[in-house]
């Protein structure tokens, strides 16, 4: 069992961290998207892929503008969001797919 703990933390600290932002327009109110973020089935979709959300904010000048930030493993997020089948499941949340802005920071 402490082996199995040391490899998985040695796996954990050579596994390069990518931060994903996501600037995009909102389909519904930003308040129904933050609810569906936060909501405990998205939350636990997150954990299992080890992917935390640090941030979800709008925008002051437009309302139908967000911007999410998170931070897991490289390539998660980003290919989860480019595979044209997750698209029906982003757009659920009130996520407009299109004319989304991704960058994305590794350390």
Do not use: C
């Not at 089935?41 to 892929?49: A, D, H, I």
């Not at 897991?72 to 989860?80: A, F, K, Q, S, T």
Request: aromatic content about 10%.
């Amino acid at each position: 069992m402490q082996k199995d703990l040391k490899s998985k933390k040695h796996l954990i600290t050579a596994m390069t961290i990518e931060t994903t932002i996501l600037d995009f327009q909102l389909s519904n109110t930003f308040e129904q998207y933050e609810s569906h973020m936060n909501a405990e089935e998205q939350q636990s979709m997150f954990k299992e892929m080890g992917v935390k959300t640090f941030y979800i904010g709008k925008s002051i000048d437009d309302p139908k503008r967000a911007t999410v930030i998170f931070q897991g493993p490289e390539n998660v997020l980003y290919d989860i969001f480019m595979n044209p089948e997750t698209k029906p499941i982003v757009e659920a949340s009130g996520h407009i797919y299109a004319g989304t802005k991704i960058t994305r920071w590794i350390s």
